[in-house]
């Protein structure tokens, strides 16, 4: 059964650095989403992406972040100046053709540590 | 925007017994509403869903109800086995309604524990 996939499974960097998170969708999906997960708090929305282009967007993803599809697999998330708030896990999710309450499958996870 | 509220934080069933988790949500335009299971360190991952249209779903030991009137949704597990410990996540979203990609709008999640 086809997976969402995320790299790196773990990072961690200095405060005010930038980190590019990486994520697969599975191959036929077109919807795509971030989301993430402060230790033991719920999952939060971060952003959605359709047609190269975000669709909808929480008061999370600030000026400090961006997604981006840089080619026919990859969806990356960009957070520019990194701040230890930002320690968290992060989750890419994708959904199928139809959007209409389609299911979104969800990646591993990329644990961000910011010190 | 959307406020999901779900109630218990913690519960804790013994093996066999039946666990009903219960979530509301504050937009009434919201018709997608998605129960995710997450173990620890894992993904969440999708036990089950129910779209506005339908006040039932049941798939083997697990059912949801929906209440759009009440703005309620719970989720049923019955003849609980160890391996249903886990954090379970209520969610809600337009489900398209909205003509783009909605994201889902998470419960604080129930830690259901399955005494044996």
């Known amino acids: 059964e086809p997976e969402v996939t995320q790299t790196p499974s773990h990072q961690v960097t200095q405060m005010g650095q930038e980190v590019i998170l990486r994520c697969v969708p599975i191959?036929?999906?077109?919807?795509f989403y971030w989301y993430r997960q402060i230790l033991g708090q719920k999952v939060e929305f971060l952003v959605s992406?359709?047609?190269?282009?975000?669709?909808?967007k929480s008061e999370i993803f600030d000026d400090q972040f961006s997604v981006e599809r840089p080619d026919g697999s990859n969806f990356t998330l960009k957070i520019r100046s990194t701040k230890l708030e930002d320690s968290a896990m992060y989750f890419c999710?994708?959904?199928?053709?139809?959007?209409?309450?389609?299911?979104?499958?969800f990646g591993p996870g990329t644990r961000l540590l910011v010190l | 925007g959307e406020n999901v509220e779900q109630h218990p934080s913690t519960l804790s069933v013994q093996e066999g017994d039946s666990a009903v988790i219960k979530c509301t949500y504050s937009?009434?335009?919201?018709?997608?509403f998605p129960w995710y299971k997450q173990e620890l360190g894992k993904r969440p991952q999708l036990i089950i869903d129910?779209?506005?249209?339908?006040g039932e779903k049941k798939d083997q030991r697990i059912a949801v109800t929906l209440n759009k009137t009440a703005k309620h949704f719970s989720l049923h597990i019955t003849e609980t086995q160890p391996e249903d410990s886990a954090v379970y996540f209520c969610?809600?979203?337009?489900?398209?309604?909205?003509?783009?990609?909605?994201?889902?709008?998470f419960g604080k999640g129930t830690h259901l524990i399955i005494q044996p």
């Open positions: 999710a994708s959904s199928g053709v139809a959007a209409l309450g389609e299911t979104q499958y």
């Open positions: 191959s036929n999906h077109l919807y």
């Open positions: 992406f359709y047609n190269n282009e975000i669709s909808e």
């Open positions: 937009d009434s335009a919201s018709n997608y």
């Open positions: 129910i779209r506005s249209n339908v």
């Open positions: 969610a809600a979203s337009l489900g398209g309604a909205g003509g783009g990609a909605d994201g889902l709008t």
